[in-house]
């Protein structure tokens, strides 16, 4: 017979507790640190936009120059007439980025269900620190300046940052089961938002001495990152022997992940914890194959819904403190330290409607009515006046309402739909269906970046908002 809600929230509660160790802890905070990492050395190319744009371009800063060196060596930097044509690279730069993002989430979830999740996890962030380095520092050193370069190498880092999610949420999944997960999972992938305000704080401080500086020092700290995951991160409970997901766990709770985002049914009270990634001690689970994961039920309805929200959330993450300097005509170092705030909401906003979601055992109700808050949120934040507190708290309400169903979707609902019945027991399959979500979410997020610098060049900064609005009102439907 099954149990009552109350009394199955309070079993999953006493499991979670109770099985909790010091390795939970430690891979909770190595994998949240890595990805934290990886987004602070993404983060840093937004926060230094504006001093890039400047050294593209002529600048009044120059007129000494023909005197100091032969003017053609000088003007050699100056890859575009006018800051327009800059900003509109600067956007096609991040579009590259996120579509070779993209291509390489679908990769690295096939190859993380196969190979072992440190050791791409720690190939990723090493070698991207060095991309990140090449691209920022050296070539600024070297006073090398080519466009075709710079796209070579933003694809390359693209393709070697998709490592990242994937591994890491196969990693959690591993060690964290049904119990509470929502919870878990949304203080979790705030990971993402805290590696956004580490890379502002550590731009804004050394952007005075030269934008290569930022570069140098979050892939200096990245590069440091990858070296401490391969020697400490654990990837499962079983290489410390204890027992996987699943194997004491006789009564837990799973919310359908397979209803449509307005979907209110009731779950079926048979669902058990299991671990996809876990070996059974008879047979080698075999990885689950792409279409087989596409085939799934959820998995193509959350990622196309998952490609209108990351396409908003990463716009904020990419253009904001260009935006803020742009439109307000604030310092660059005090418009990267005030972008913080939609991270820090994002935070919260994660937390506690995973919270909220493990209380009424369903996400689709909890992200239908935040989404419908983000419409109004956006819409008052494109009226924000020129004042830094306003700003701050309507950044701050908005980032709740969009980065928190964002990080909801990519970590606590990914791992759902990644265990499944279809899957249980039999296949490897999370890293796979991470990689489908956050891989569709990161093509849309790719054309939304081109298409903000374009609406942005000819119609301005308010238009900008009003497509971010009809992407979350897509997302609802």
């Not at 120059?62 to 060596?73: D, F, I, K, R």
């Not at 710079?150 to 393709?159: D, F």
């Not at 890491?168 to 992938?189: E, P, T, Y």
């Not at 669902?271 to 279409?291: C, H, L, T």
């Amino acid at each position: 017979m099954a149990m009552p809600g109350s009394l199955r929230r309070q079993s999953a509660s006493r499991g979670l507790v109770s099985h909790c160790t010091h390795h939970h802890v430690v891979v909770f905070l190595l994998t949240f640190f890595s990805y934290s990492l990886l987004h602070a050395s993404r983060k840093t190319f937004s926060n230094v936009k504006v001093s890039i744009s400047n050294q593209w371009t002529p600048s009044c800063l120059n007129s000494t120059a023909p005197e100091l060196q032969p003017y053609e060596l000088w003007n050699s930097s100056h890859l575009f007439p006018d800051r327009e044509e800059a900003t509109l690279f600067l956007g096609t730069l991040d579009t590259i980025f996120l579509f070779s993002y993209a291509v390489g989430l679908f990769v690295s979830g096939i190859v993380g269900d196969r190979l072992n999740l440190r050791w791409v996890l720690s190939f990723g962030m090493c070698s991207s620190a060095l991309v990140v380095f090449s691209f920022g520092t050296l070539t600024e050193w070297l006073h090398f300046y080519n466009k075709w370069f710079y796209c070579c190498l933003w694809v390359v880092n693209g393709l070697l940052q998709s490592t990242g999610w994937p591994c890491v949420v196969a990693v959690m999944g591993n060690w964290f089961g049904k119990a509470g997960r929502g919870f878990v999972f949304g203080l979790w992938s705030a990971c993402a938002s805290v590696g956004n305000i580490l890379g502002a704080f550590l731009a804004s401080c050394v952007l005075k001495y030269g934008y290569e500086y930022a570069f140098l020092v979050t892939a200096s700290v990245q590069f440091a990152g990858g070296v401490v995951v391969f020697f400490g991160l654990l990837t499962s409970p079983k290489e410390v022997g204890l027992p996987e997901l699943g194997a004491d766990e006789e009564i837990s709770v799973e919310e359908d992940a397979n209803r449509p985002l307005m979907g209110n049914d009731d779950l079926d009270d048979d669902d058990r914890n299991y671990s996809i990634q876990a070996a059974d001690n008879d047979n080698q689970p075999k990885a689950i194959g792409f279409f087989q994961a596409c085939c799934l039920p959820g998995v193509v309805l959350y990622s196309l819904a998952y490609a209108c929200l990351k396409l908003v959330n990463y716009s904020f993450f990419f253009w904001l403190p260009f935006y803020l300097s742009n439109n307000f005509g604030w310092k660059e170092a005090e418009a990267d330290q005030l972008s913080i705030w939609y991270d820090v909401g994002g935070i919260i906003g994660g937390t506690i409607q995973g919270l909220i979601s493990d209380v009424l055992q369903k996400r689709a109700p909890v992200l239908a009515v935040s989404l419908l808050f983000a419409v109004g949120s956006l819409f008052g934040y494109s009226r924000s006046p020129n004042s830094k507190p306003i700003n701050a708290v309507i950044m701050t309400i908005t980032g709740f309402f969009i980065g928190g169903p964002s990080n909801m979707i990519s970590s606590a609902i990914s791992a759902d739909l990644g265990r499944q019945d279809l899957v249980k027991g039999s296949s490897e399959a999370l890293a796979t269906v991470t990689g489908i979500v956050d891989g569709t979410g990161s093509i849309g997020a790719a054309v939304g970046q081109y298409l903000v610098s374009l609406i942005q060049e000819h119609l301005g900064w308010m238009w900008v908002f009003y497509f971010f609005i009809l992407m979350v009102r897509n997302h609802l439907i």
